[in-house]
């Protein structure tokens, strides 16, 4: 049963990301979009709950938003992917649900 | 125009393109150049994800409005801070922000960059000093 969850707020102004970290099991998917890539960068305050969660789920940030706001790949925590919106439907696709963290 | 200059404040608070609070602030705060007043732009908490360098918004068919910012100074406003607090909680420095040329077109006078990294206390104090503060 795997889950793809989405979180598209910033962790710096919603607690989606909090609550998605506390439910989510280990093995499933996250994927970061809209305003929710910040969580994806490197040197945040929430770069230490994001390194546990990468070690733990596969972590997925959409390409276009992060470069819409203006980082590119390397400011990015490692071990996470950088996808594109096919890649985003292949996720979608490939698990039983989404759940997105709105 | 009205005789009675105000100090006006616009707080920004918000991401840009996740919301469309970011693109009504700049919207208001261009609007409200034509009113002559004492005009600081101010960004904390998200609202400093604004000013970041590189925006490149053509993978997600919304408008770049990120090229505005800098055109502020020709605008009449002159003051334009951000709170490293929110900034550092970001891992982000002042290197990662565009920056904003100012000009006063009689005396000639060229500031190259209006963008001001200030603490939260200055900020708190820049709030006390506003007799307006728009808050987005």
Known sequence: MSILHTVNKSPF????????LKFATDGSALLLFEDGIYAALKGTSVE???SDAVGRLKVYVLGPDLKARGFAEDRIVEGISVVDYAGFVDLAAESDKVQAWL | ??????KFMYLNRKAPYGTIYAWEALEVVLIGAAFD????VVFIDDGVYQLTK??????????????????????????????R?????????????????????????EI?????????????ELMNESDVIFSF
């Open chain 2, 54 to 83: 590189g925006q490149d918004t053509k993978g997600i068919g919304m408008k770049n409005f990120s090229p505005t910012y800098r055109t502020l100074g020709d605008y009449e406003v002159k003051k334009i801070y951000v709170d």
């Open chain 2, 1 to 6: 125009m009205s005789e009675v200059v105000k």
């Open chain 1, 48 to 50: 230490s709950p994001m």
């Open chain 2, 112 to 124: 190259d960059n209006i963008v001001e990294v200030i603490d939260s206390a200055r900020v708190s």
């Open chain 2, 37 to 40: 007043q004492d005009v600081s």
């Open chain 2, 85 to 109: 607090a929110s900034l550092e909680a970001r891992g982000l420095s002042q290197d990662d922000l565009v920056e904003v040329a100012w000009e006063d077109f009689e005396t000639e006078e």
């Open chain 1, 13 to 20: 102004e919603r607690n989606a990301l909090d609550s998605c």
